[in-house]
Nanobody, 115 residues
């Protein structure tokens, strides 16, 4: 079974930073693209950033230049460094991986940014 556990969320003021972590088990982590999604109140879940097994990264326009995704294949962990946070970044952030044709999700970690 695949397990994803997020951590690192919290409450910060606008302009602040947070670093999210997602620890994965049950997969050969280094082979998989890992994703961060977020869901704000009243909105659909959206893909924020991805990192491939080769380390290639993508970002949604709203966070490009402010967020940075990275991975540690020894620790089976993916990170999301979030800088220059704004209230629009307030959401639950979820870690995600596709394996065996299925999507696996963590329980999420809450990020709240106050103005």
């Amino acid at each position: 079974q695949v397990y994803l556990v997020e951590s690192g969320g919290g409450s910060v003021q606008a302009g602040g930073s947070l670093r999210l972590s997602c620890s994965a088990s049950g997969i050969n982590f280094k082979l998989y693209t890992m994703n961060w999604h977020r869901q704000a109140p009243g909105k659909q879940r959206e893909l924020v950033s991805s990192i491939t097994s080769d380390g290639d990264t993508t970002y949604t326009d709203a966070v490009a230049g402010r967020f940075a995704i990275s991975r540690n294949n020894v620790r089976n962990t993916v990170y999301l460094q979030m800088n220059s946070l704004t209230p629009e970044d307030t959401a639950i952030y979820y870690c995600n991986v596709k394996s065996w044709g299925r999507d696996f999700w963590g329980r999420g970690t809450q990020v709240t940014v106050s103005s």
